[in-house]
């Protein structure tokens, strides 16, 4: 069994900074990609940004330019950090893993938890 495990959310002042951390644990052999994805109340999950195991990035045009997502693959972790955070990027962020290969199998999708992070003054 593999599971991802988030930290870093919290409440934070518009134009300050929060950094997400999510680490895949388990007998993990390799992970495709890693992201983070976000959900406000009374609206669908979307991607934030995700990143490859060779170190392909993708945005969500709305974060470009605020937002740096880095991995580690040695660590089986990726982490978010976020500038110039603004009230619309309140939600629950959710880290994903795509395509884990472990010693107990293998494992399309995985979601963490989930983390909040709240932009408001």
């Known amino acids: 069994q593999v599971h991802l495990v988030e930290s870093g959310g919290g409440l934070v002042q518009p134009g300050g900074s929060l950094r997400l951390s999510c680490a895949a644990v388990?007998?993990?052999?390799?992970?495709?990609?890693m992201g983070w994805y976000r959900q406000a109340p009374g609206k669908e999950r979307e991607l934030v940004a995700t990143i490859t195991s060779v170190g392909t990035t993708n945005y969500a045009n709305s974060v470009k330019g605020r937002f740096t997502i880095s991995g580690d693959n040695a660590k089986n972790t990726v982490n978010l950090q976020m500038n110039s955070l603004k009230p619309e990027d309140t939600a629950v962020y959710y880290c994903?893993?795509?395509?884990?290969?472990?010693?107990?199998?293998?494992?399309?999708?995985?979601w963490g938890q989930g983390t909040q992070v709240t932009v408001s003054s």
């Open positions: 994903k893993a795509d395509n884990i290969r472990s010693a107990t199998g293998y494992w399309r999708d995985t």
């Open positions: 388990g007998q993990i052999f390799s992970i495709a990609a």
